[in-house]
């Protein structure tokens, strides 16, 4: 069975900063690349961020860009999300997800991601 556990959420002002963290466990598998999506409530769950483990290219959403930096190591089967200049709309539940290769998705859409964790609440005050 595979894991992903989401840590380092929490209440901060705007303007703060927060990292998330997001650790793989249990059966090993091949992932090529880890992304963070998100979900605020009452609507759908957006893309924000992805690293590709080969290139170690990343990619962000427009809303994000600037502001939240993604990084890890996938021989240590860790993804982070460091996360500045927070905002009352980047409060959301968080969740990393893993690209294993199995779809032809875009990179920014859920489907293109097989494995995912229960996610982290990050909650932003004015």
């Known amino acids: 069975q595979v894991q992903l556990v989401e840590s380092g959420g929490g209440l901060v002002q705007a303007g703060d900063s927060l990292r998330l963290s997001c650790a793989r466990s249990?059966?090993?598998?091949?992932?090529?690349?880890m992304g963070w999506f998100r979900q605020a409530p009452g609507k759908d769950r957006e893309f924000v961020a992805r690293?590709?483990?080969?290139?170690?290219?990343?990619s962000y959403a427009d809303s994000v860009k600037g502001r939240f930096t993604i990084s890890g190591d996938n021989a240590r089967n860790t993804v982070f999300l460091q996360m500045n200049s927070l905002k009352p709309e980047d409060t959301a539940v968080y969740y990393c997800a893993a690209d294993v290769g199995y779809s032809g998705a875009y990179y920014y859409q859920e489907s293109r991601y097989y494995y995912w964790g229960q996610g982290t609440q990050v909650t932003v005050s004015s």
């Open positions: 690293i590709q483990w080969s290139s170690g290219r990343t």
């Open positions: 249990g059966r090993t598998f091949t992932s090529y690349a």
